[in-house]
């Protein structure tokens, strides 16, 4: 009955901040300039992981300046877990993200680049676009996998969205997500595969306890001249050893 309270009380508390997200990304952010964004966005990714109970571990750091950021991918509190340290980050998202009531008004606050997956074409524009946004100096992030994994092994790495750092000469730098709780190195909990709603996975998360969220950001590596496919190899490898 107590853990049930406790996730009904956290489960209020995240669609209250959820909301909040949105009133402030349709009134707020207008009247910011990209930096006053960029502290709203770490804030509120930052406070919805604590709503969830969710403690965010880190190490290493990002360095500064136009950079791809490549990650596992495991839940969707990855893209907050990345948010709430570089709040900068242009998520490339799947083009069906669009159409999620209230959740597409936050994704596009969050300037995300959208993609068809299915489309080789638009896989083209994207790259084009990423090495745009590369050029002018902002960060980008993707998921290479291209779906949520089990949280133990990772998915093999697509190559593609890597030509865009390659094309602008952006340096590269892997992230590692790991979720834990109490009695598993691998959080049950977090994982979001299949075909599990969000609703609940939210309620999964909900009655967690002690869940950590560890994100350790590797070093850089330069992208010039490299072959997509081996620089998406090394970037694996990186994760992979990374994960504790």
């Not at 596992?72 to 998520?91: K, T």
């Not at 490299?226 to 504790?244: K, S």
Request: a positive charge; charged letters at 20%; aromatic letters at 6%.
């Amino acid at each position: 009955m107590i853990d049930t309270v406790r996730a009904l009380w956290r489960l209020a508390g995240v669609v209250q901040h959820g909301l909040a997200g949105v009133a402030m990304a349709l009134w707020v952010f207008p009247r910011l300039d990209r930096a006053g964004r960029h502290r709203r966005t770490r804030w509120w990714a930052g406070t919805m992981l604590r709503r969830l109970g969710i403690e965010l571990r880190v190490q290493g750091e990002f360095c500064p300046g136009a950079k791809l950021i490549v990650a596992n991918h495991v839940s969707w509190l990855d893209i907050m877990a990345v948010h709430a340290v570089c709040p900068e980050a242009r998520f490339v998202s799947k083009a069906d993200v669009r159409h999620w009531p209230l959740a597409n008004r936050l994704v596009d606050a969050a300037e995300s680049l959208y993609l068809e997956r299915e489309s080789k074409r638009d896989a083209l524009r994207v790259v084009h676009q990423m090495a745009e946004a590369l050029r002018r100096g902002d960060t980008v992030a993707v998921f290479p996998e291209g779906t949520t994994g089990d949280g133990r092994t990772l998915l093999p790495f697509h190559a593609n969205l890597l030509q865009s750092a390659i094309a602008a000469g952006a340096p590269v730098q892997g992230v590692a997500l790991r979720y834990t709780e109490p009695g598993h190195a691998v959080s049950p909990s977090a994982t979001w595969i299949g075909d599990e709603t969000l609703a609940a996975n939210l309620w999964k998360l909900a009655r967690a306890r002690g869940l950590v969220l560890q994100l350790r950001v590797l070093a850089p590596q330069a992208s010039e001249h490299a072959e997509r496919r081996v620089l998406a190899a090394n970037l694996r490898d990186g994760i992979v050893a990374a994960l504790p």
